[in-house]
């Protein structure tokens, strides 16, 4: 999952620098890792909202292996009072842990609150981290819950 999660931060921070000049640059970018793999990144402008563009699309693609990774912002949710920003991640290709596709939600708000929630094939909870009013707590697939405070 680690190698995963790292092309999935290139994919985010990528996307993120393409965003602001969008309509600028041109959608795609390739890449290579330093394990020699060749990626592709398509960037699709959702909603003019700096603050949640819905409908925005990054898609990753490794032509070598054929693995298709995308994500799009869907929406907004409202957590414990907090609005957040929704989107959803997946892959053609589960990871070691089985993982297909994550859930994450951030808030413009604060800067500290998420939810990254990772989801199996048949759409079982494999791990959740979730971070709000100042209280982080994790949960791994057993049902395990370890919670700590990040305030001071």
């Known amino acids: 999952m680690q190698k995963k999660m790292i092309v999935f931060l290139i994919l985010l921070v990528l996307s993120l620098a393409v965003s602001g000049c969008s309509d600028k640059e041109d959608p795609n970018i390739k890449f ?7 990626y592709e990144v398509t960037y699709n402008e959702g909603s003019a909202d700096d603050n949640c563009p819905v409908g925005t699309v990054w898609t990753l693609s490794n032509p070598s292996s054929g693995e298709l990774v995308t994500m799009e912002v869907v929406g907004t949710r409202v957590v414990e009072g907090i609005e957040m920003c929704h989107a959803v991640y997946e892959t053609s290709v589960p990871d070691e842990d089985g993982t297909v596709r994550m859930e994450y939600l951030w808030s413009n708000e604060d800067d500290e609150s998420f939810i990254w929630t990772a989801y199996d094939k048949d759409g079982n909870i494999l791990s959740e981290m979730k971070a709000m009013k100042g209280k982080v707590t994790m949960t791994d697939n057993e049902g395990n819950v370890m919670e700590f405070s990040t305030n001071s």
């Open 32 to 38: 290579e890792d330093e394990d020699g793999n060749e």
